[in-house]
């Protein structure tokens, strides 16, 4: 499987960033926004430039202004992806950020949402945070879950899916086709228990939802429909 594309167009990160505020939240640092009060969360999954990426933290507050505390972990331990650094390829990186890992950090994260009140909880994920949410779709871990531009999610993952699921994927993507998707489609239809629906974006490529560049009409376009579509989910099943 190509890793070429989740690479492609990095962020230039920086913390200072958002309108939300950096805490510990189940053991990892995590940049939260939104209502702290709220009985509704909103987990996101970054790819794997991290939780600091600027458009990242964007949308976390534009998930926090529809009115859920949002909540995005460091699952990279400060340790995020890196271009250009010859001694650490995406291949090395990966051996020791595995998204097995991040779905067990997530665990304590979700216990203590729920120990502050929350009620219900959404995640979203995005390239190597697809298949951490996948993981905890099987379960009762969240209410709803949106993939964007997965990678690594499998059919046999999809087959066990539990929660309602959105999958919002690009044309023009290695890690996750569109023959792949439709796959998926095909999965999630003989699964009436579970509400789904999977969209493929004309005209984009792998990583445009958080990775879109500001000059590429097409993308921003595309991003911010992608964002609606993963608002509109989360405000149907997560409240």
Not at 19 to 30: D, F
Not at 41 to 58: H, M, N, Q, T
Not at 156 to 177: C, F, M, T
Not at 215 to 232: G, P, R, T
Request: glycine share 8%.
């Amino acid at each position: 499987m190509s890793d070429s594309q989740c690479c492609e167009n990095p962020p230039n990160l920086t913390s200072s960033c958002g309108g939300g505020s950096v805490i510990e939240v189940g053991g990892l640092k995590a940049y939260v926004a939104g209502p702290s009060d709220s009985k509704h969360a909103i987990l996101l999954v970054s790819d794997i430039f991290g939780y600091e990426a600027p458009k990242f933290r964007k949308l976390a507050d534009k998930v926090a202004a529809a009115g859920f505390y949002v909540v995005v972990p460091d699952f990279f331990y400060g340790d995020p992806f890196v271009f250009d650094v010859p001694e650490k390829p995406i291949e090395v990186w990966r051996e020791s950020h595995g998204t097995d890992k991040g779905f067990e950090d997530a665990k304590p994260i979700i216990a203590a949402l729920k120990s502050k009140g929350i009620s219900t909880i959404g995640a979203a994920g995005f390239c190597w945070g697809a298949k951490v949410v996948v993981e905890l779709a099987k379960s009762d871990y969240i209410q709803s879950a949106v993939l964007l531009h997965p990678s690594r999610v499998t059919v046999d993952d999809i087959k066990e899916v539990k929660a309602p699921i959105a999958v919002l994927g690009a044309e023009i993507d290695k890690a996750s086709p569109p023959e792949l998707l439709k796959q998926f489609e095909e999965v999630l239809s003989t699964k009436p228990e579970v509400n789904s629906y999977v969209k493929i974006f004309p005209g984009v490529v792998h990583g445009w939802s958080v990775r879109y560049k500001d000059e590429n009409e097409i993308e921003v376009k595309s991003a911010e429909e992608a964002h609606q579509n993963m608002v509109d989910w989360f405000t149907r099943y997560v409240k």
